[in-house]
């Protein structure tokens, strides 16, 4: 348990720290070769703790104390999964699907945080000047011959 926890927390608090880095950086800043090294170094820490070490670490807790093996089946309440469901549920199936939110949450992030960092320092929507459209919904744009 204190290992899932740990790693997931510290997973959670660099993407936190990614994000308010983020924040401060000007979009325009150049990039010093020690400055992609250390932010390579870590994504690829950040990216081996959510894909690797916290499926992991959630896999270990539930097989070994919690016991959610293929021979225990999962009743639900009032055992509604075994009198209604034509199959067997297993912990051992509620164990991976755990294990498949995990690694969907953290792609999700992963997409999310790299889709802000890319679209920092852009012009919000309300920020842009409102442009004429065409009956088709595209914008007007002048174009202005050369002579």
């Known amino acids: 348990m204190v290992a899932f926890a740990v790693t997931f927390l510290v997973t959670v608090a660099s993407i936190a720290g990614a994000m308010a880095y983020m924040k401060r950086r000007p979009a325009d800043a150049s990039l010093t070769w020690g400055e992609a090294m250390a932010a390579a170094t870590f994504a690829f820490f950040v990216f081996f703790l959510a894909y690797g070490v ?15 093996r293929s021979d225990q089946l999962l009743a639900g309440p009032g055992e509604i999964f075994t009198t209604v469901l034509p199959f067997e549920l297993t912990y051992l199936v509620l164990k991976d699907a755990v294990a498949t939110v995990i690694y969907g949450v953290f792609l999700a992030a992963h997409l999310a945080v790299w889709a802000m960092w890319q679209d920092r320092g852009k012009p ?24």
């Open 54 to 68: 916290v499926p992991h670490q959630w896999l270990t807790w539930a097989e070994n104390e919690l016991n959610w």
């Open 124 to 147: 919000k929507r309300k920020d842009r000047p409102e442009l004429e459209t065409s009956p088709f919904g595209r914008p007007l744009v002048k174009l202005t011959r050369k002579a």
